[in-house]
């Protein structure tokens, strides 16, 4: 199995429908190498629109990073008003990315065939779930939440930043 992308793809040892790269470097995070995952490779359409997806993901860099900073920091504000984290040093909207390291992307779609590019991320303010990136085909960060595999915010269970409405839906 191949990607265009990221070459050649092995499947995983827990699901054989689940397909990983090597370690690829990823602009966006400061060139850091990360696994990138892909859901159903052996199903043509899914890697042609997976690969497009992460195409365009790996267009953006830190410059989008420092852009998308706020939507970040604003997750963070959240949880941080609930009592729920200490309070971290963050001067600048740009210093949440001191206390959050992507661990793992996989390339997700949805039955309506939309491709999502999901970062999974180790955070400081969020140690239990840690911080679930999703960027709605690999171009634009639409979502910033808890790590629950939601690629958007329409179920108001959800505890996440909606980055469009910037809504807050509480759990609790």
Known sequence: MESKITGMLKPSEYDPDFFESEP???PYFEN????????EPLHKPYLVGADKALAN?????????IKD???VKL???EI???GYTQRLYIKDNQDIWNYATPTEIIIEWDENENFYVCVSCECKWEEEHGVYLVFENGRT???VGEHDGHF?????ESDTISVKSKTWWKFW
Do not use: A, C, M, Q
């Not at 993901?57 to 990073?65: A, C, G, N, P, S």
């Open 24 to 26: 690829f470097r990823i």
């Open 32 to 39: 850091k190498k990360i696994r990138i995952g892909f859901v």
């Open 57 to 65: 993901f790996l267009e953006l860099d830190t410059t989008d990073r």
């Open 69 to 71: 900073s706020g939507k």
């Open 75 to 77: 997750y963070y504000d």
């Open 80 to 82: 941080l008003k609930h």
């Open 141 to 143: 960060l639409t979502r």
């Open 152 to 156: 958007t915010d329409e179920k108001p």
